[in-house]
T-cell receptor, first 113, second 115 residues
Framework: DAKTTQPNSMESNEEEPVHLPCNHS???????IHWYRQLPSQGPEYVIH???SNVNNRMASLAIAEDRKSSTLILHRATLRDAAVYYC??????????????FGKGTLLTVNP | DTGVSQNPRHKITKRGQNVTFRCDPI?????LYWYRQTLGQGPEFLTY????????KSRLLSDRFSAERPKGSFSTLEIQRTEQGDSAMYLC?????????????FGPGTRLLVL
């Protein structure tokens, strides 16, 4: 799977929006963009995914650049419970039997009260 | 849907001992994964099963590690002759669906400490 680049850490204030960036300049046409997050002392949890169009769900929004070389995870109103490590991962639909997730170090989001 | 469960949640063992971890996936999920996570790093893939077949193993999975998924249900991960470097969080995940859009559901992990 193609590589992603994320900032090591970001900080936000409670109830403010948070924009978490991800660069994936080598993305291929069949790569889906997935986001997972990992709260302290828990396993990762799925947040959202998309291919070309922007996506919204109850947890977050995903904005995908027109050239697909970058994307942004948007938390509309950060809460203390959103403090976590956020991982941006590319998944290739055409990858045959390769189903594993390849995690980087992610972005550690700190939310201040 | 009770989610993915893992047992035990914590394990302390002495170097050289064998340990076994269990993962119970979400019942209808046909794929099951094992990952390992050390402090400050993202999870690293170890192996995965589709039903009872083990389809891929990472080079991280030395010959001291073995995983099984009898009858395509729960899975066990055994580490023989543990070493201090095996100390980590061992995560299990399960999934269903086409590859690109697949969502993996993770358990809480088993934290192993080898003394």
């Amino acid at each position: 799977d193609a590589k992603t680049t994320q900032p090591n850490s970001m900080e936000s204030n409670e109830e403010e929006p948070v924009h978490l960036p991800c660069n994936h300049s080598t993305i291929s046409g069949t790569d889906y963009i997935h986001w997972y997050r990992q709260l302290p002392s828990q396993g990762p949890e799925y947040v959202i995914h998309g291919l070309t169009s922007n996506v919204n769900n109850r947890m977050a929004s995903l904005a995908i650049a027109e050239d697909r070389k970058s994307s942004t995870l948007i938390l509309h109103r950060a809460t203390l419970r959103d403090a976590a490590v956020y991982y941006c991962i590319l998944r290739d639909e055409s990858g045959g039997s390769n189903y594993k997730l390849t995690f980087g170090k992610g972005t550690l989001l700190t939310v201040n009260p | 849907d009770t989610g993915v469960s893992q047992n035990p949640r914590h394990k302390i063992t002495k170097r050289g001992q064998n340990v076994t971890f269990r993962c119970d996936p979400i019942s209808e999920h046909n794929r099951l994964y094992w990952y390992r996570q050390t402090l400050g790093q993202g999870p690293e893939f170890l192996t995965y099963f589709q039903n009872e077949a083990q389809l891929e193993k990472s080079r991280l999975l030395s010959d001291r590690f073995s995983a099984e998924r009898p009858k395509g249900s729960f899975s066990t991960l055994e580490i023989q002759r543990t070493e201090q470097g095996d100390s980590a969080m061992y995560l299990c995940a399960s999934s269903l669906g086409p590859r690109g859009e697949e969502t993996q559901y993770f358990g809480p992990g088993t934290r192993l400490l080898v003394l």
